[in-house]
């Protein structure tokens, strides 16, 4: 079913009209030959993992993992970035890990970062960005990351170097949140970094240790065991990027 959810357009039409018809095409070739699907969907949904990801629109995450709907609990942003924990914050992050876990008691995070990052890139050269700018304020407070980065690389390795160690801070952060850090001693809650690829469509495992990058292809009966990308908190809180 996931494959009929992009509609081909033909011919020169106006934006709008194309993405009208969209819709009207999903509920007429997908929603209704797929009720039986749909409507159980409308009453509740049970999610098997929240993913943090960016809201580059390149980066769809239920093509890219080939899900249906109700699968995943999404929070994009730029840069797919998790703010620490903060008592009494109204963060739509905190909200939407606080929701997961204590309302849809989803087992699995994921934080999905991706190649040619524009929110990275603007991290990588974050003096060169007014400091009244709203990129600016949202991305300072996670300007830590960059002290992690080896010196003396040119800026498409640093940028990619950038990429792969904000995953693991962004892991890091999760653990700051009471509920995440529970739950990982329990063992009932497992979290991932994965980055995407937009140049081959190839989707890595982002080692949280060495942060080195392993396509997921390899390392894919290690995933249906749920033994290797599986983290402890004693171990998240002693890694350091």
Known sequence: MIEQLTVKSRGKKSIMKRLAKGTIVFKDRVFDPN???????????????????????????????QSPPGTLFMVKNPGNLVPRYQAGANTSEAAAIEFALTVLDVHHIIVCGHTDCAALKALYNLDGLSRESAIYQWLAPHSEVLDTLE???????????????????????????????????????????????????????????????????????????????????????????
């Open 35 to 65: 009720k039986a699907f749909f409507q159980p969907l409308s009453n509740a949904q049970h999610p098997v993992a929240l993913m943090f990801t960016c809201c580059d629109s390149r980066v769809e995450p239920a093509i890219i993992t």
């Open 151 to 241: 010196e003396n690389q040119d800026s498409d390795e640093g940028l990619n170097e950038l990429i792969r160690r904000n995953i693991i801070q962004q892991l890091q952060n999760l653990m700051t949140y009471p509920e995440v850090a529970r739950r990982l001693e329990k063992g009932t809650l497992h979290l991932y970094g994965w980055k995407y690829r937009l140049e081959t469509g190839e989707t890595m495992l982002i080692d949280p240790f060495s942060c080195k990058p392993e396509p997921l292809s390899a390392v894919i009966a290690h995933l249906e065991e749920e033994a290797r990308p599986d983290m402890t908190l004693g171990q998240m809180e002693k890694q350091v990027p």
